[in-house]
């Protein structure tokens, strides 16, 4: 008799992610940690092999259940290999289950692709976290200790989306739009194009203080009058919306370390709401600020699993099931021109933070997907595309330096790689 393996649910946002995954768009997301030296291969494996004792969920593998995906622990085993293939390349197959992670490294550089199935962006980071301190730990012989993230095991494989999901809430309705869609070739082979800038965090805050915004509503600014700049005039009919996830353990207490982010967005239609600087900030500032609130996100959370937990979608097989997710998929698709990522700040123990120079994240992605992540003063900001087209990042770009700050931009797209804005 065969051993009995241990099994788990996918958490609510993860279920979409199984059935919606194609060569286009892998839904599979990158964190980079460089450092200030060459990667020894041998130590980030010793390094991987105790991070994964702590986040035991990073050894399961995805398999169909007769309703819904499920985990299943495996016993595959751990690798850390030499980057060698595309960005984001995919990782789950129907097929073929495997793990859902892959470790890589070039030159200073640690690169941790995941599924999303398997976890979000702040789950990711937990994870990439510890594995870097282990593997700092032994290279340098650090004797202190990650403390700012010590949850337990169950907490970090805690699905929050279930303990959070009030089923007496009335169930919100979201208003839909068609958004305005960036078109144009694309690269072959479904790669995606990356463009990584690198400016001071220290100066980009203060000059969003400056105009009353966040650093997020500064930057999704910018970025919306980057999109009009590039818009024909017949195509300013349709709004530009902005997708922008939210990590919910910001407003619901939660050390999970899977999927628990919801989604606002921000539409801005310029033959009505303006284009100016400040008429754009207002209108971001205005959709940040009454959007992000414990009630509306508790509305989202009621949104997200009402469905999943209705009797009569709980008993509907899972091939079943496959076409509408699918369906679901495409429309949601339609309804945001770029999404918009902010990590936030990146911390380590000083002893080796010393040893850093920065992190970043990227995605794969059907459309344009702008991400930020900050450690110390290098904010690090990256745009992920399909496209051939690099306009877009370049006037992004562009409306920084012209206020005075100073933007470091290294892309797959340019032949020598690095230009100075």
């Given amino acids: 008799m065969g051993k009995h393996r241990r099994w788990s649910r996918l958490d609510n946002a993860a279920k979409i992610f199984p059935t919606t995954s194609t060569n ?35 050894r399961s593998v995805l398999k169909k259940g007769l309703f819904w995906h499920y985990f299943e622990e495996s016993s595959l085993p751990l690798t850390v290999s030499e980057e060698a293939e595309p960005v984001c390349s995919p990782i789950y197959n129907a097929d073929k289950p495997g793990l859902l992670f892959r470790v890589l490294y070039y030159k200073q550089r640690i690169n ?27 290279k340098y012989e650090i ?10 095991q169950d907490q970090k494989s805690q699905d929050a989306f279930y303990q959070y999901y009030d089923k007496t809430e009335t169930v919100p309705k979201i208003k839909r739009v068609r958004a305005y869609r960036m078109g144009g070739e694309r690269l072959p082979d479904h790669r995606i194009g990356v463009t990584e800038g690198f400016l001071s965090a220290k100066a980009v805050l ?12 500064f930057l999704v600014t910018l970025l919306l009058l980057s999109i ?3 818009m024909a005039v017949r195509e300013k009919n349709h709004p530009v919306v902005i997708t922008v996830p939210v990590n919910l353990r910001r407003f619901f207490p939660a050390q999970t370390a899977r999927n628990f982010f919801g989604v606002i967005q921000v539409v801005h239609h310029f033959g009505k709401n303006g284009k100016t600087i400040e008429e754009v900030l207002s209108n971001v500032r205005q959709s940040f600020r009454s959007q992000l609130t414990k009630e ?19 008993t509907i097989p899972l091939q079943a099931k496959i076409p509408v997710l699918r369906i679901s998929g495409l429309r949601a698709d339609r309804e945001d021109t770029v999404a918009f990522s902010n990590i936030g700040q990146v911390s380590m123990p000083p002893e080796a933070a010393k ?11 059907k459309r344009p997907q702008i991400c930020l992540c900050t450690f ?32 470091q931009v290294v892309s797959n797209l340019e032949q020598n790689g690095e230009e100075e804005l």
């Fill in 24 to 58: 286009k768009d892998t839904k599979v997301f990158r964190f980079v940690c460089e450092l200030t030296e060459q990667i020894d291969s041998s130590i980030l494996t010793h390094a991987l092999e105790r991070t994964v004792l702590e986040f035991p969920l990073y």
């Fill in 112 to 138: 941790f692709e995941v599924f999303h199935a398997l976890a979000d962006g702040t789950g990711v980071l937990q994870f990439l976290r510890t594995m870097v301190f282990y593997y700092l730990s032994e």
């Fill in 143 to 152: 004797q202190s200790q990650l403390t700012d993230y010590d949850a337990a």
């Fill in 206 to 217: 203060a000059k969003a203080h400056e105009l009353d915004a966040t650093l997020s509503e």
């Fill in 228 to 230: 009009e700049e590039g």
């Fill in 296 to 314: 509306n996100l508790s509305g989202i959370i009621s949104h997200y699993s009402a469905l999943e937990n209705n009797f009569l979608v709980k």
């Fill in 355 to 365: 040893h850093i120079r920065l992190f970043d994240m990227f995605l794969s992605t």
């Fill in 376 to 407: 110390g003063d290098m904010l690090a900001i990256s745009v992920s595309s399909p496209l051939t087209d690099t306009g877009l990042q370049r006037r992004f770009f562009r409306h920084l330096t012209a206020m005075d700050i100073g933007v």
